[in-house]
Nanobody, 124 residues
Framework: QVQLVESGGRLVQTGGSLRLLCEVS????????MGWFRQAPGKEREFVSS????????YYASFVKGRFNLSRDNAKNTVYLQMHALQPEDTAVYYC?????????????????WGQGTQVTVSS
């Protein structure tokens, strides 16, 4: 059974940076499209970013606006989401996801595995 464990979420001030990590166990990372979703209080879960099996293609939600960078290290079974210029509206629980669908993981419908989430809070 594939398990995804997120880390790196914390309280940060507006304009700050964070790097989220997703460590994968129970499976071979190179077999999965990987990505991140987030859910803010009172809002629906939304797509943030995804990355293909070998590092491409990479997709970002429109609200990212060049602030985030998604990468993966298949040898370390780890996915990284580097976030810069964080704003209070980025406050949410961030979930790492994995999927085998050839359509990637830009939709919850094609996600096979979800992590437990890591809380990101951006103070104004």
């Amino acid at each position: 059974q594939v398990q995804l464990v997120e880390s790196g979420g914390r309280l940060v001030q507006t304009g700050g940076s964070l790097r989220l990590l997703c460590e994968v166990s129970g499976g071979t990372l190179s077999s999965y499209h990987m990505g991140w979703f987030r859910q803010a209080p009172g809002k629906e879960r939304e797509f943030v970013s995804s990355i293909g099996l070998n590092g491409g293609p990479i997709y970002y939600a429109s609200f990212v606006k060049g602030r985030f960078n998604l990468s993966r290290d298949n040898a370390k079974n780890t996915v990284y989401l580097q976030m810069h210029a964080l704003q209070p509206e980025d406050t949410a629980v961030y979930y790492c996801v994995a999927g085998r669908s050839p359509y990637g993981v830009t939709s919850p419908n094609t996600v096979d595995y979800w992590g437990q989430g890591t809380q990101v809070t951006v103070s104004s």
